[in-house]
């Protein structure tokens, strides 16, 4: 388990550019269930520290060797991963997964594996952008979800939880997403959560190349007030 978040002293880890002041970071990581609390829904023991977040219907955890498999399948789904330059092959996919797992230890926060009655339905949580844009450093909120596993509010119930530790627990004062313009199942869950389009914020995402239909991204944006407030616990029905 990673210190707790500072962005002042992480970001060179996250290759982002050199410090400049976003937030303030919380003392601590709480954890929702914590520790040698006996076994997680899947069986396998949970990790001494392993950060768990538990939800109406899911289990946001840290990252396992099983969850491989099924990752390597969504991430070879062209539905899936329509909005993304292309599908994954199975070492790629890997590569991902260590290096979502990794990044718990430098951060203290991650993309967690999402679980929905013990199996593995794919990922949902906060990271911190690699690129250098105009909202960078900044920390983000992600999601992608087997295609089996769409169309029941499973996205946005793990967003807002998401939320809720980034704001509550790590103390940041500013959660952005962006995705492609052409994602609208994307957008729709940054609304669900209580999200607002930056119309401002829009951009080129750097590591697409120049005339893909892929490269303009929009930038949705919550702060801490507003989530507090409410505004960010809107219904999950549109
Ligand atoms: C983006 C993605 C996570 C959205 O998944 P999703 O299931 O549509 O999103 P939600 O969890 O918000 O679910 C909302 C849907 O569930 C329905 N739903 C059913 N039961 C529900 C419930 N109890 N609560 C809320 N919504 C419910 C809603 O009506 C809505 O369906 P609709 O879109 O057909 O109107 C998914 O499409 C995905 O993984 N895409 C590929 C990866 C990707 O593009 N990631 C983003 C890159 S930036």
Same mark, same amino acid.
């Given at each position: ?12 880890l996250?290759?982002? /550019? ?13 954890r ?8 997680s829904r ?5 990790r001494y ?5 538990e939800t ?12 491989r498999? /099924?990752?390597a ?14 599908t994954?092959?199975k070492?790629?996919?890997?590569a ?13 926060f ?18 911190v ?15 992608r979800?087997?295609r089996?596993a769409?169309?029941h ?5 793990a ?12 103390g ?8 492609a313009?052409?994602?609208t ?22 590591a697409l190349?120049?005339g893909s239909?892929?490269?303009r991204?929009v930038?949705?944006?919550?702060g ?8 960010g ?5 549109r």
């Open positions: 388990m990673g210190r707790p978040f500072v962005l002042e002293e992480r970001t060179h996250c290759d982002a /550019p050199p410090p400049r002041r976003v937030h303030t970071a919380a003392p601590r990581p709480r929702l269930a914590d520790g040698p609390s006996g076994p899947q069986g396998a023991p949970r520290g392993e950060q768990v977040i109406e219907r899911l289990v946001l955890r840290r990252w396992r060797e099983t969850d498999e /099924p990752f399948a969504l991430n070879a789904d062209p539905e899936v991963m329509e909005y993304f330059p292309s994954l092959t070492e790629q996919s890997d991902l997964a260590d290096r979502l797992e990794a990044e718990f230890d430098e951060c203290g991650g993309l967690w594996a999402v679980e929905l009655s013990g199996e593995f339905i794919g990922f949902t949580g906060l990271s952008p690699r690129f250098t844009a105009h909202f960078t450093p900044c920390v983000e909120v992600g999601w979800l087997a089996s769409w169309g509010g499973y996205a946005s119930e967003a807002r939880a998401a939320l809720d530790h980034g704001f509550g627990t790590i940041l004062k500013e959660i952005v997403s962006f995705t313009v052409v994602n199942r994307s957008r729709r869950v940054m609304e669900r959560i209580g999200m607002r389009h930056d119309p401002g914020g829009d951009f080129d995402h750097p190349a120049e239909p892929l490269r991204h930038l949705y944006r919550i801490a007030e507003v989530f507090r407030s409410g505004n616990t809107v219904s999950a029905r």
